[in-house]
Each structure stands twice: as structure tokens, then as C-alpha cells.
């Protein structure tokens, strides 16, 4: 049987990559740490996912799968000699960890110039295959380099299924159940592969990918920040119950509105292909199953406005080419009233605008400099927010 790696065994890997995977065939061995999810995948060599929608839910049992603990060096390597595919589904901030245990899996296949192996890196951080090339090269031996160079791929892709964390009922239920929406889209850097393209089950890829990361991050997670940010200031806990907010939901798609514009100029993109995402996503939001929390889409606010991310990125995009980014800049003025109690990063943001003020706390996090057509429409709905918090930007 085909053999297939995922470092991760999370939402991502595990509700999603692994999903795919299998269904393509491969035998699919998780890498990752935590002892009771090991534990159960290699007893009943499966795992549960439910796929959940308003309209019901669907069990599926995923397998033939294994794990393997990261800390097991030799046996992580091995397993990276053995694939014919391999994926990443960490979290940005751990893939310098998991980067020396995939050069000693490189360095093994060098030394018997094994065919083309291609990783399909899913985090989300914005050029994530190249650094993690990077990282991966700097632990690999230098007889080995010219292997790594030639013959291994790490491919960009964009995750846009929606995977929430188990509750911790779900956890004591079963270690490995997951649940997660059905939308079911993989699509891929074609340029960054190396050798012969595998074939899996809702992969795509494509050339020109950039636009795919436009969609990603200034429609899809564009769209839950302005929903998220604007909710909270509601008093709403769920996505969801921001949705059936007809003025959120409003406030919303004319947010979407001004950056699709933008990444249509910018991209040449077709706008009949970003408006029917849009309306796809409007209905995937409302997903009640799902039980996706303001909390985490709002959560950890300063990374989520920094000058390329999901709001300031597109409001940026569609200033560049001439839009008046009202509903951006209000998304972004809301994100900075973000304060739940349990957020680092929150609070972080909290403190800043306390000791600088909004004009210089906008400069140093998102890079939006004062005087200009942004700075002056975030402070203009800062200010309004300011005396409403439920206030929206007039049509």
C-alpha cells in the first residue's frame, strides 16, 4: 500500500489532510506528541470524522492509519524514507521543531537516490513551504543537499475547510474524533512540485496560485474577522449567532465587497469566481454544528492585523487601487476594542493603545501610517466605536 506522512495530528491533519489521504489510497502515518491520540490511532489503526452541517451529520471511519511519536527520531525518518507523500499540519511556530527529524528522513533517501518526494505544507503563514525549505536545509547534511535541492518538493497549498478544536467531551469520548464542515477544495502550487504530480482525492493544482492565497486570507479569513470583531462588540459568543445578525451580516459582505474589488484589480482575478465564494462562505458561517466561537476566530488580534494579514492586507489592496476601504477600516477599528480576558495578545493590544493611542498603536502593529486615507478611516470609526460599540459605518 501507498504510504503517506503528516506531521500533525490536529484539526488540520487530522480533519482534513488525512481525510484525503486515505481516501486516495495511502496508508497515512501521523507524526506528532500527544500520547493518548498515538495510542488510539495505533490500537484501532483508524479514526473518527463527522462531517457537520445544518443539514445532519455524516460518520466516517479514516483509515488504515498509524502514529508515530515526533521524539522518535530514527522512526520519524524512517517513515519519511518509506512515503511516496508527505504533508505538515502544525502550526507555523512548531515546524522548526519537526525541520531536523525531516532532514535525517532526506539524508536517507540520498543515500539511495530514492524517486521525488513532495510535502504539502498546510500552515498559515504566508510563504510557509519556502521558509520551511529553509529550515529543512539547514539541518540537512551537505552530502545530502543536492538531493534535497533536486528531488524533495514543498508545495504551498490554502486550507479552507473549517475544523474548530474537540471539546473536551468529544476528547474523553474519543481521542481522535474530529468534526468538521464539509466543504472538501485542496488546491495546490502546480510549480512547486517535484516530479510526477500524485493524484489526490480533492487536490487541484494550479498555476498562477497566488490568487488562491488572495482568496484565502482576504475573503475567507477576511470575512470571519469582520464578522468576529463586529460580533463581539454585539456581545455575541458564536459565530453563527453574529450571522443572523442581518446588520452584521450586511456590514460583512460590503466589507467582502471592497476587497474583492481590490484583488480583482490587483490580481486580475474574476469577480463572478470571488463573488460565488463569497456567497458560499455567507451560507458556510452559519454552520450551528460547527460550534465555531467569536473567541477563536477573533483571537490573537495583533498578529491578525499585521500589514499583510486579513484585514489591513485587503484594505491596502483595494486603497492601491483607488477604493475607499470604509468597512475594512471599521473591521479593524473593532479588532483593536477585541479584549476578551484569556488573550495574550489581546491584552498586549490593550496596553499599547492605552500608552500610545490609536493612531501610533495602527503604525506599529499594522503598519497603516498616520495621515493616510486608512489611518484616517480606522480613526474615524475608532472614534465612533468609541461612543457605540454597536455601531456600523452608515450605508
Known amino acids: 500500500m501507498k504510504s503517506a506522512v503528516i506531521f500533525g495530528g490536529g484539526n488540520i491533519g487530522r480533519g ?26 495505533n490500537t484501532n489503526h483508524s479514526y ?56 535525517l528522513g ?16 498546510c500552515e498559515n503563514l504566508h510563504g510557509a513551504a519556502k521558509i520551511f525549505r529553509g529550515m529543512v536545509e539547514t539541518s540537512t547534511p551537505d552530502e545530502a543537499k543536492d538531493y534535497l535541492a533536486n528531488k524533495i ?13 474537540p471539546t473536551a467531551e468529544m476528547r474523553a469520548q474519543d481521542p ?30 494550479y498555476d498562477n496560485f497566488e490568487i488562491f492565497t488572495a482568496r484565502k486570507l482576504y475573503v475567507h479569513n477576511c470575512g470571519h474577522a469582520l464578522m468576529s470583531y463586529v460580533g463581539y462588540q454585539r456581545g455575541y459568543e458564536m459565530g453563527y449567532e453574529a450571522m443572523a445578525d442581518k446588520e452584521v451580516r450586511a456590514f460583512m459582505l460590503a466589507g467582502l465587497r471592497e476587497s474583492v474589488d481590490g484583488i480583482c484589480a490587483e490580481f486580475n482575478a ?13 451560507e458556510r458561517f ?57 488573550d495574550p495578545s489581546a491584552a ?15 503604525k506599529e502593529v499594522a503598519g497603516i501610517e498616520p495621515g493616510s486615507v486608512l489611518s484616517k478611516l480606522v480613526l474615524d470609526a475608532y472614534a465612533k466605536l468609541a461612543q457605540n460599540r454597536k455601531a456600523l459605518p452608515a450605508d
Open 348 to 362: 498586549k493590544l490593550q496596553e499599547m493603545l492605552k500608552e500610545k493611542g490609536a493612531e501610533a498603536t495602527i
Open 48 to 103: 473518527k470524522l463527522q462531517t457537520v452541517s445544518n443539514q445532519g451529520v455524516k460518520e466516517y471511519t479514516i483509515g488504515p492509519v498509524k502514529a508515530i511519536n515526533s521524539n522518535d527520531k530514527d522512526a520519524v525518518a524512517a517513515a519519511i524514507d518509506g512515503a511516496e507523500i508527505c504533508a505538515t499540519a502544525l502550526g507555523a511556530n512548531v515546524l522548526k521543531y519537526v525541520a531536523p527529524n525531516v532532514a
Open 106 to 121: 532526506v539524508a536517507l533517501r540520498a543515500k539511495r537516490n530514492a524517486a521525488p518526494l513532495n510535502f504539502i505544507i
Open 286 to 342: 452559519t454552520n450551528k454544528m460547527l460550534g465555531d466561537t467569536i473567541f477563536r476566530l477573533g483571537r490573537d488580534p495583533m498578529r491578525k492585523l499585521a500589514a499583510e494579514d486579513r484585514l489591513v492586507g485587503a484594505a491596502n489592496l483595494a486603497c492601491k487601487h483607488g477604493g475607499k476601504p470604509v468597512h475594512l477600516a471599521w473591521g479593524i477599528a473593532a479588532a483593536l476594542y477585541f479584549d476578551p480576558a484569556d
Open 176 to 205: 481522535t474524533l474530529i468534526k468538521v464542515e464539509p466543504y472538501k477544495e485542496l488546491p495546490v502550487a502546480k510549480d512547486e512540485f517535484v516530479g510526477e504530480i500524485p493524484e489526490i482525492v480533492a487536490m487541484t493544482p
Open 153 to 165: 518538493g514543498f508545495v504551498s497549498t490554502v486550507i479552507g475547510r473549517m475544523v474548530p478544536a
Open 16 to 41: 482534513f489532510i488525512g481525510q484525503l489521504f486515505s481516501e486516495s489510497g495511502y496508508e497515512v502515518t501521523f507524526v506528532d506528541v500527544v500520547e493518548d491520540l498515538l495510542k488510539a490511532m
Open 270 to 282: 474574476d469577480s463572478k469566481w470571488l463573488y460565488a465564494h463569497v456567497d458560499d462562505l455567507l
